[in-house]
């Protein structure tokens, strides 16, 4: 039998989570069991050379509008019939809606829409500032092109599931959970590579690294951050907060760490294709996010045995257990969130049982290899139902 072949729809493959998802199914997924096409809409350059690396082919729309729905579902269409897959699926807003555009016109390939935010939760609007009159045209745009392409759902955490039944009606037997997941091969780093980032950083061998790793934007709660770390700072003369990521906030986020008085301290080092190496050179991982879907940058630190800190909301407690895999917190106090990075400090015992209790943890379910069966299973389980129409 020749492996099921899928053609994915990606936004962008820039250095996002879901990006970073779909090079992980990629590569860990049989062969033997399932074969990929990957397009994408618009910026294909972070992430392209991984994927083609494992022999699968990238095609570039090179659509650089904003939500150019029709001009994407016109130039996939096209795609779809030449390739003649057996399954379509879809990543990010702007690609679902265009790939459930074109799977309509292609007649009946089964369609799988990857849900990787809770996006329609009052709250995601609420912190990303987002204009509700932008936000109800594309959420009809998102609910109509799904009542008409009948897609299958996969929500990467319980937390989405449950957001998308409460706000948008996904059929529950046409959805299922695929925990977002990590490949700890990828975050494989040196002794070299770590000591090349100690030097490029100008870092003191005492120095103590708190490392937080996303999108420099309102939802990653930088602003708590800082207070917190500048009253950490006070405490601890050798302490130093790495960002990697990049971001709208960028610059404002500079001058707060400037009007802090905290700026020496605070290391932005931009969009980073040595993670691993940036793991293993921390000592703790700071993670308050307000809201995420599955928090892949989270469960990356916990595979490098890093002892963790993390909001105390709905989807970080499918990861974390308080006290044993990491410490959560109110990310609206940064008195709370200072504590904890000072008790991590000064509890060495601590921070080495946190770090082995969160690398047992995501062996057990949010390791690649894991979750690849579970895609594998899921592909074969559409194509089973679709042959029997």
Request: hydrophobic letters at 40%.
């Amino acid at each position: 039998m020749p492996p099921i072949k899928v053609l994915h729809l990606i936004s962008t493959l820039s250095s996002g989570g879901a990006e970073r998802q779909l090079v992980n199914l990629v590569n860990s997924t049989s062969k033997e069991i399932v074969g990929y096409i990957v397009c994408v809409i618009g910026e294909p350059y972070f992430f392209a050379p991984n994927i083609r690396e494992v022999g699968c082919k990238v095609i570039e729309l090179g659509i650089s509008a904003k939500h150019p729905f029709l001009e994407a579902a016109s130039k996939f269409r096209n795609i779809v019939r030449e390739e003649k897959p057996d399954i379509i699926h879809s990543w990010l807003y702007d690609a679902n809606v265009s790939a459930r555009l074109a799977a309509v016109l292609n007649g009946k390939i089964p369609i799988v829409t990857s849900l990787q935010l809770a996006d329609y939760e009052p709250e995601a609007g609420r912190i990303g500032n987002w204009n509700p009159h932008k936000v109800r045209v594309l959420r009809m745009i998102d609910k109509f092109t799904s009542i008409v392409a009948k897609p299958y759902f996969v929500p990467c955490s319980e937390f989405v599931k449950n957001s998308y039944q409460r706000h948008y009606g996904i059929d529950e037997n046409k959805t299922q959970v695929i925990y977002n997941s990590v490949d700890p091969n990828l975050l494989t780093a040196s002794a070299d590579d770590v000591q090349k980032i100690h030097e490029e950083l100008a870092l003191s061998s005492d120095s103590f690294i708190y490392l937080n790793v996303g999108r420099l934007d309102p939802q990653k709660n930088h602003k708590v951050l800082f207070e917190a770390f500048r009253q950490v700072s006070a405490e601890v003369p050798n302490a130093f907060l790495l960002l990697a990521g990049i971001g709208g906030l960028e610059n404002e986020l500079k001058k707060l760490a400037e009007d802090l008085g905290i700026r020496e301290k605070v290391l932005f080092l931009g969009r980073r294709n040595d993670i691993g190496a940036l793991l293993v050179l921390a000592d703790v991982f700071v993670f308050p996010s307000f809201f995420e879907g599955l928090p892949v940058a989270l469960v990356e630190a916990m595979f490098k045995s890093l002892p963790c800190i993390a909001s105390r909301v709905e989807v970080f407690e499918e990861v974390i257990a308080d006290g044993e895999t990491g410490l959560l917190i109110n990310p609206t106090s940064p008195v709370e969130l200072r504590d904890a990075m000072i008790e991590l400090y000064k509890n060495r015992d601590l921070r080495k049982s946190l770090g082995e209790n969160a690398l047992t943890r995501v062996e057990k379910t949010f390791h690649a290899s894991i979750t690849a069966r579970q895609w594998e299973n899921f592909y074969k389980k559409i194509i089973a139902e679709n042959k029997s129409k």
